[in-house]
């Protein structure tokens, strides 16, 4: 079947390492992929890894894949109290439809 | 901004009601795609159309139904609500790109008293 399932709370100080994890089951997914949704807003993508990939890093975001494990996780550096937020974990169907885990709240203290 | 448009954004209404959800994807965007928000069942896919065509369906009650139109707008309907169908609504459209990203809506929030 199609499920993504994720921690749902994380909280650090600011200027340290957030790193959140995911597991998803659909071996066929091509994409794999991280929103971010604040406080009163839509879902915005933040990166996405092609499924033949292990790593992707761009700017602060680190994006490692296990695919063995089918385990996704998102390493934000430096975290800062504008990384607050929901963070999405999905995976990609046949279909084309996405399928996402539940999020994870992302608590930045000062 | 994504550019989907979602109305209205907020909705009050009474239970056994029913009630219209409109979304315009971006421009040039063929497909759309509905999810249910709500606090304890996450984000939940609901319907997906493509130009016009039924693609994918989910978590969709029978009490609502959706259609795309040849303008490519979509509307979700929900009849017969219950106190549970309080969520946020969010429309997406696909990118024409192959890398299967999904712009959002703001979400139209309901509410059932």
């Known amino acids: 079947g199609e499920d993504v399932e994720q921690s749902l709370f994380l909280s650090v100080r600011e200027g340290d390492s957030s790193v959140i994890n995911c597991t998803y089951t659909?071996?066929?997914?091509?994409?794999l992929y991280w929103y971010k949704q604040e406080p009163g807003a839509g879902l915005q993508l933040l990166t996405y890894i092609f499924s033949n990939m292990d790593m992707k890093q761009d700017q602060r975001l680190t994006v490692l894949l296990n695919k063995k494990d089918k385990h996704l996780s998102l390493r934000i550096a430096d975290t800062q109290t504008g990384d607050s937020a929901i963070y999405f974990c999905?995976?990609?169907?046949?279909?084309?439809?996405?399928?996402f885990g539940q999020g994870t709240t992302l608590q930045v203290k000062p | 901004d994504s550019g989907v448009t979602q109305t209205p954004k907020h909705l009050i209404t009474a239970t056994g009601q029913r009630v219209t959800l409109r979304c315009s994807p971006r421009?040039?965007?063929?497909?759309v795609y509905w999810y249910q928000q709500s606090l304890d069942q996450g984000l939940q896919f609901l319907i997906q159309?493509?130009?016009?065509?039924?693609?994918a369906k989910g978590n969709i009650l029978e009490r609502f139904s959706a259609q795309q139109f040849p303008d490519l707008h979509s509307e979700l309907n929900l009849s017969s609500l219950e106190l549970g169908d309080s969520a946020l609504y969010f429309c997406a459209s696909m990118g024409t790109e192959n890398t299967g990203e999904l712009f959002f809506g703001e979400g139209s929030r309901l509410t059932v008293l």
């Open positions: 659909d071996s066929s997914s091509t994409y």
């Open positions: 999905a995976e990609s169907t046949p279909t084309g439809k996405l399928i």
């Open positions: 159309y493509y130009n016009g065509e039924e693609r």
């Open positions: 421009s040039g965007d063929l497909s």
